[in-house]
């Protein structure tokens, strides 16, 4: 069992669809979680990032976190074609290496 | 006015030999990072640098070694290339126990 299991996608969405992508994980001592947006070709970007339990919201984005239930999730409002991309949740313990999910591959339609 | 940036974006070589993938970051950071990502888009961790240490995830072979002339460099040296090491080798830096990594371009590698 991998530490870090994200849901494989792909996803196909319309535009102005709420997109919810989620990560589950089995290591306890995990309290940095983060979310990467990749664009086909290109490196990851960090999108949002959390410490601990809690939500957090930027803009069209929110970022939550259920540590009781090792379970994070992604919101995404009022989808973009922009927004069609390669998702990647990623979080670390007190250790600096980050442990990725396997991605989901987000398609918004126009 | 690139961040991170990684040379050769594509390199495809045959199978045995030995090559070289260059790492630079200007931001200042003091821990550099290889990552590889396979196929199917997963990103796995290979080392991380800081300040001479070296984290060497213990899933990579010894043909793999990174190489850190000083704290804006880290090359990473691949011997004996195999097929199953073509995949996209990411770069990435952070500061000392930062959570936000900063990722090159990435390098294409193709063995044959």
Known sequence: QKEVEQDPGPLSVPEGAIVSL???YSNSAFQYF????QYSRKGPELL???YSSGNKEDGRFTAQ???SSKYISLFIRDSQPSDSATYLCAMRGSARQLTFGSGTQLTVLP | ?????QTPKYLVTQMGNDKSI???QNLGHDTMYWYKQDSKKFLKI???YNNKELIINETVPNRFS???PDKAHLNLHINSLELGDSAVYFCASSQAGGHEQYFGPGTRLTVT
Request: net charge positive; proline share 4%; with cysteine.
């Open chain 2, 1 to 5: 006015d690139t961040a991170v940036s």
């Open chain 1, 65 to 67: 976190v259920d540590k």
């Open chain 2, 66 to 68: 990174p190489k850190s």
């Open chain 1, 22 to 24: 989620n990560c589950t």
């Open chain 1, 48 to 50: 949002m990032y959390t």
């Open chain 2, 22 to 24: 260059k790492c630079e």
């Open chain 2, 46 to 48: 290979m080392f991380s």
């Open chain 1, 34 to 37: 983060m979310w990467y947006r």
